[in-house]
């Protein structure tokens, strides 16, 4: 997405071959989730784990691959650089759910609370100044899974405008689906990498908000970030290659994804609704 873009830039995307079955696809799964007889009684229960699973599945893309038990026994994440990302991918899910209010007015004061969140936990290895605010020229990026050519990272000017024109299309909306506009989200954030650290976190965070105040999964049961985790990390940049290219296929390449990482984050719901149901959990 560019800063001269289109008024609605998500429109033609959502027309690309193949999006609209994915959207159909995604919608359908979602539907059947919340159609579970447990979602009736305890949606909640099965909310609090689609985000643990849902932060497990975003350290793991950076970085931090840990089972789901030794996430869920864990209560001191400052130990050492895996711990503080798991402790950091657990807080800025928590916060996904607490920022829609402010979100769909100031996009861009949420992507700068979720990147203090994730820096700014115990012995943050991001200096203090470079904490919540966009990276400035010669500033270096680390960022698991990704290096300055791959995909190629743009300059501050360039995410600075691409920035200011994601923030307009979130204020003032999109005809396109919710599971497209989420995917750009992502995809968007990821590619400009507009923070010194912690962009993928902070991204998929993003998306997560996305997707829970569209209306296409406002209980948040649906971790995309799970699936994301699940397809691998090579499909995982591969996809993103796709969307930073700017091609149409490369772009209807990554909303496939992001739709297939949704449905596998519906599967894990619902083995978390039949263990429930089973009384296992």
Known sequence: MHANAPADPLGPLAALPGVADTVDSVRTAV???????????RA??????AALRGARGSAALSGADWALEEVRRRTDFGDDAQARTVGAALRVTAEAGE???????????VLARLHLLAAGGPAPR????????????????TEPLLT???PPLPGPDAVAARLDALNRLLVHGSSA???VTAAVVHGELLTLRPFTSHNGLVARAAQRIVLLGSGLDPKGVAPAE?????????AYTRALAGYASGTAAGMAEWIAHCGRAVELG???????????QRGAA
């Not at 799970?226 to 090579?234: K, P, S």
């Not at 519906?266 to 429930?276: I, P």
């Open 31 to 41: 539907d059947r989730l919340y159609g579970h007889r447990v979602m009736r009684r």
């Open 44 to 49: 909640a229960e099965v909310a609090s784990e």
């Open 99 to 109: 920022a829609l209010d402010v979100w769909r007015g100031t996009p861009l004061r």
């Open 126 to 141: 991001t200096g203090p100044d470079t904490v919540g605010r966009p990276r400035l020229a010669g500033e270096p990026v």
């Open 148 to 150: 300055d050519d791959h």
């Open 177 to 179: 689906p919710a599971l």
């Open 226 to 234: 799970a699936g994301h985790a699940e397809t691998g990390t090579e």
């Open 266 to 276: 519906v599967r894990e719901s619902v083995a978390v609704c039949e263990a429930l």
